[in-house]
């Protein structure tokens, strides 16, 4: 059976989505049958996979949610081998007012992944920049969250309010539910700033942090207006490497073979 996996946090521009693609990319390199789901409805995720996307599927996430579509009729498969995504449009903004008062709102996302965890070995959820019912049905639905913050002073600005949902979500609806680890994103090795939110942050936070560091990297910054994760858009890129040591350090704690 499959593990789900939410990236999430509350604030913007931190490399969520960076994570969400080159993530999936990377385990996919290493052999893993990954699906990721597109829960934004900024579709940035979609956008920044579109030139590997072969199949013209009309189908979204929303409308899995809704019951609009078979499950077959959203999935793109094989953006690279093995990794299928299920795209995401603006309608998905709509969900929390259609959704509002119905006893099922906080378990739609977890009633379409309990239908696809065998199919794959890992399932990624790109949650939305906000705490909303988006981001409650995607804890519900994870095993774990990923929790990307950027190296600034301001890293742990809304990080607490995403550990009090995550413990929130705890209670009332998913008891299992873990931080798989926090990961830095954007750490710039030239300047002190970055290595000092690294040392503060593990000083200071209880939670499991990642030993992989996402550097601030050109390349991994052009391969979404490319449409391509950064393992095809540029595969020997420090960018690219340390995806794929995150990849290795998730599989790794799992004993799962590289």
Same mark, same amino acid.
């Given at each position: 059976?499959? $593990?789900?996996?939410?990236?999430?946090?509350? $604030?913007?521009?931190?490399?969520?989505?960076?994570?969400?693609?080159?993530? /999936?990319?990377?385990?996919?390199?290493?052999?893993?049958?990954?699906?990721?789901?597109?829960?934004?409805?900024q579709g940035n995720t979609t956008s920044g996979l579109a030139s590997c996307i072969?199949?013209?599927?009309?189908?979204?996430?929303?409308?899995? +949610?809704?019951?609009?579509?078979?499950?077959? &009729?959203?999935?793109?498969?094989?953006?690279?081998?093995?990794? &299928?995504?299920? $795209? @995401?449009?603006? &309608?998905? @903004?709509?969900?929390?007012?259609?959704?509002?008062?119905?006893?099922?709102?906080?378990?739609?996302?977890?009633?379409?992944?309990?239908?696809?965890?065998?199919?794959?070995?890992?399932?990624?959820?790109?949650?939305?920049?906000?705490? @909303?019912?988006?981001?409650?049905?995607?804890?519900?639905?994870?095993? /774990?969250?990923?929790?990307?913050?950027?190296?600034?002073?301001?890293?742990?600005?809304?990080?607490?309010?995403? +550990?009090?949902?995550i413990d929130l979500v705890r209670q009332k609806l998913n008891p299992g539910l873990?931080?798989?680890?926090?990961?830095?994103?954007?750490?710039?090795?030239?300047?002190?700033?970055?290595?000092?939110?690294?040392?503060?942050?593990? &000083?200071?936070?209880?939670?499991?942090?990642?030993?992989?560091?996402?550097?601030?990297?050109?390349?991994?910054?052009?391969?979404?207006?490319?449409?391509?994760?950064?393992?095809?858009?540029?595969?020997?890129?420090?960018?690219?490497?340390?995806?794929?040591?995150?990849?290795?350090?998730?599989?790794?704690?799992?004993?799962?073979?590289?």
């Amino acid at each position: 059976m499959g $593990k789900v996996i939410a990236i999430t946090n509350q $604030k913007g521009g931190v490399g969520k989505t960076t994570t969400a693609i080159n993530l /999936s990319a990377s385990l996919s390199e290493a052999e893993q049958r990954v699906l990721l789901i597109d829960f934004d409805p900024q579709g940035n995720t979609t956008s920044g996979l579109a030139s590997c996307i072969s199949e013209d599927k009309e189908g979204t996430i929303y409308d899995l +949610l809704c019951d609009n579509e078979d499950i077959e &009729d959203c999935l793109c498969r094989d953006v690279m081998l093995g990794f &299928d995504l299920i $795209k @995401s449009d603006m &309608d998905l @903004s709509g969900v929390e007012a259609e959704f509002q008062g119905l006893p099922d709102m906080d378990v739609r996302l977890k009633n379409v992944t309990e239908k696809l965890r065998d199919d794959y070995d890992y399932i990624l959820i790109d949650c939305p920049p906000s705490i @909303s019912v988006l981001t409650v049905n995607a804890m519900t639905a994870a095993d /774990s969250v990923i929790i990307p913050i950027q190296c600034e002073y301001y890293a742990l600005e809304g990080l607490n309010q995403v +550990l009090k949902l995550i413990d929130l979500v705890r209670q009332k609806l998913n008891p299992g539910l873990y931080v798989e680890g926090v990961l830095f994103t954007m750490y710039d090795q030239r300047t002190r700033l970055s290595e000092q939110v690294v040392e503060s942050v593990r &000083d200071n936070l209880k939670e499991r942090i990642f030993d992989t560091v996402i550097p601030r990297n050109v390349r991994l910054a052009e391969a979404p207006s490319f449409g391509e994760p950064i393992n095809i858009y540029d595969s020997s890129s420090r960018g690219a490497e340390s995806y794929r040591l995150l990849a290795a350090e998730i599989l790794e704690r799992e004993g799962r073979e590289i």
